[in-house]
């Protein structure tokens, strides 16, 4: 499994946003939008072994987590609109204070929190952050079950750091210049990708 943790520092955690607002309104949720696309759509196909979970933290609700599972997921097309669709779908469900909803197929929404996200993570594989002053992806041994964690326009707040790094996660960079998140993810997919072909890599 591939994993991804994004968090959206000022994105809504209501479903009033304007699908034709999604970098202003709603909180630049313009980028989650296009990392949930680098996390599964391929040409004429979808990753099923890839899970995202966005972290909301803007608004009055906040926080709130919608999950993408790559496995069961539906009604997930390449445009930006249809995703940020999905994700307002998502908002606009009554979510309960413990647990997760589902709001449509491979589509949920919870209460967690960055912390909570992280903790739940723990238990299913390995930490790595993405982080301009890291390792270089080039020479890393990705592990078994990678959790990717990235900023949005932002990087983490130092808060969202330090719970990170209690995790002793393996920090990489993907090249010299500081990329746009949903770009970065991309690229570590391709790294992936090509350790895999090679039967370097089992991380999916
Ligand atoms: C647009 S950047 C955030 C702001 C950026 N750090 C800056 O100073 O302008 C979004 C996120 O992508 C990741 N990132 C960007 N460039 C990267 C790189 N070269 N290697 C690894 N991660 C990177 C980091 O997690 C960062 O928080």
């Given at each position: 499994?591939?994993?991804?943790?994004?968090t959206?520092h000022?994105a809504?955690?209501?479903?009033?946003?304007?699908?034709?607002?999604?970098?202003g309104?709603?909180?630049r949720?313009?980028?989650l939008?296009r990392?949930?696309n680098?996390?599964?759509?391929?040409?004429?196909n979808?990753?099923?072994?890839?899970?995202?979970y966005l972290v909301?933290?803007?608004?009055e609700?906040?926080?709130?987590?919608v999950?993408?599972q790559?496995?069961?997921?539906?009604?997930?097309?390449?445009?930006?609109r249809?995703t940020?669709?999905?994700?307002r779908?998502a908002?606009?469900?009554?979510?309960?204070?413990?647990?997760?909803?589902?709001?449509?197929?491979?589509?949920f929404i919870?209460?967690?929190?960055f912390?909570?996200?992280?903790d739940?993570?723990?238990?299913?594989?390995?930490?790595?952050?993405?982080?301009?002053d890291?390792?270089?992806?080039?020479?890393?041994?990705?592990?078994e079950?990678?959790?990717?964690?990235?900023?949005?326009n932002q990087d983490l707040t130092?808060?969202?750091?330090?719970?990170?790094l209690?995790?002793?996660p393996?920090t990489i960079?993907?090249?010299p210049?500081s990329?746009?998140?949903?770009?970065c993810?991309?690229?570590?997919?391709?790294e992936?990708?090509?350790?895999?072909a090679?039967?370097e890599?089992?991380?999916l």
């Amino acid at each position: 499994m591939r994993y991804f943790v994004i968090t959206g520092h000022k994105a809504a955690t209501d479903g009033s946003f304007k699908l034709d607002d999604l970098a202003g309104g709603a909180g630049r949720m313009d980028i989650l939008v296009r990392c949930v696309n680098s996390a599964f759509v391929m040409s004429h196909n979808l990753r099923k072994d890839a899970e995202i979970y966005l972290v909301l933290e803007g608004g009055e609700d906040a926080p709130k987590t919608v999950r993408f599972q790559g496995s069961t997921v539906k009604y997930l097309n390449p445009d930006e609109r249809s995703t940020a669709s999905l994700i307002r779908n998502a908002l606009l469900k009554k979510v309960p204070k413990e647990g997760e909803i589902s709001s449509s197929p491979g589509v949920f929404i919870s209460r967690m929190s960055f912390d909570d996200v992280i903790d739940k993570l723990a238990k299913l594989g390995n930490f790595v952050y993405l982080k301009e002053d890291g390792e270089d992806c080039r020479e890393f041994q990705f592990p078994e079950n990678p959790i990717f964690v990235l900023g949005d326009n932002q990087d983490l707040t130092e808060a969202e750091e330090k719970k990170l790094l209690e995790q002793g996660p393996s920090t990489i960079n993907v090249g010299p210049y500081s990329l746009h998140a949903d770009h970065c993810m991309i690229l570590v997919q391709n790294e992936l990708d090509r350790r895999q072909a090679a039967g370097e890599s089992n991380a999916l």
